[in-house]
């Protein structure tokens, strides 16, 4: 048997879609606001994404690049004047920071109402306890992905292999609200395979190149591979190529679907970055949120 290869790069465009159609149906165009500290090659691409998209689904985008010896105060001022612009619905601050900026200073003073990145202690704590809120965009992504494969999650056993702020702890949150029996792992766990392969989905988000290998697997288990390593080019000397946690040649043969890397689970953030402004637009106004981006 051959896993199926679960195309984000799909899911997301469709779910762009949604976005500009849940846009047309509202009574104005919701903003969100992106800054930018600093000039990592990595964040300039993911931000003029994050602007292109925006753009493309209807709404208006606000960009804010700042250079990269810009004072803590002076970002965190920033942030304090988009909280209070009434034009504004959302606001991300790409990360990471320059060093030296301490992300968390900024990152609280964001407004946990225009919280589109769900980064906040806020939006963390209304995961936490159950309440609706703003969620992590990349774990929602995940979600998407496994529900879409596989319908109804209920009394799935999921495992989540990595605890970061960002991913494995609202990850495993988000499934656990699925009705999933949820395993959190990671470095310290005991028998680290044997509860990877008890896993009916596995979630792969540690940052170690191809770390999950087949013999990890239950037969037939859908794997969402979260990490984007970046490795030396065995077939093109000199050059690197992008991987995930999961060997996904060896993989690919035990598991009945999978994320591939690139492809997979990364075009899922910037969409559900779009999603969460609609909402975050529409909870501040008073507007009723678009069915179509109900999942
Ligand atoms: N840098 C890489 N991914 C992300 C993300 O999802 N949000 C923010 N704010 N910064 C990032």
């Known amino acids: 048997m051959k896993a199926s290869k679960i195309d984000g790069r799909i899911f997301a465009e469709n779910l762009r879609k949604k976005v500009r159609q849940a846009v047309t149906q509202l009574p104005d165009s919701p903003a969100l606001a992106v800054v930018l500290v600093g000039e990592d090659p990595a964040s300039q691409v993911y931000v003029a994404s994050k602007v292109k998209f925006t753009e493309e689904c209807g709404m208006n985008s606000l960009e804010y690049k700042l250079p990269a010896d810009t004072k803590e105060t002076e970002v965190v001022n ?11 619905d959302g606001i991300l601050v790409q990360l990471p920071l320059p060093e030296g900026m301490n992300s968390d200073n900024v990152i609280k003073e964001i407004h946990p109402d225009k919280d589109v990145d769900g980064l906040t202690e806020a939006s963390a704590g209304r995961l936490s306890l159950g309440k ?14 496994a529900k879409d494969e596989l319908g109804d999650l209920s009394g799935k056993h999921c495992v989540v292999l990595g605890r970061s702020i960002l991913v494995g702890k609202p990850a495993a949150l988000l499934f656990l609200e699925q009705n999933c029996t949820v395993t959190i792992a990671h470095s310290r766990t005991k028998n680290l395979e044997a509860v ?18 087949a013999s990890w697997i239950k037969k037939g288990a859908c794997i969402i591979d979260v990490g984007i390593n970046r490795v030396p080019s065995v077939k093109r000397p000199g050059k690197t190529r992008l991987v995930g946690d999961v060997n996904y040649t060896t993989a690919k043969d035990v598991a009945g679907s999978i994320t591939p890397v690139p492809g997979g689970v990364g075009p899922m953030t910037i969409a559900c970055l779009l999603r969460n402004t609609v909402i975050a637009a529409c ?13």
């Open 196 to 213: 990877c392969k008890s896993a009916d989905i596995l979630i792969a988000a540690v940052g170690r190149p191809q770390m999950v290998q």
């Open 78 to 88: 920033l942030v304090k004047k988009l909280n209070e612009n009434d034009k504004v």
């Open 132 to 145: 609706s809120g703003l969620r992590p965009c990349t774990p929602t992504g995940c979600v998407m992905l």
């Open 283 to 295: 909870a501040r106004r008073n507007w009723e949120t678009p069915s179509i981006l109900n999942f």
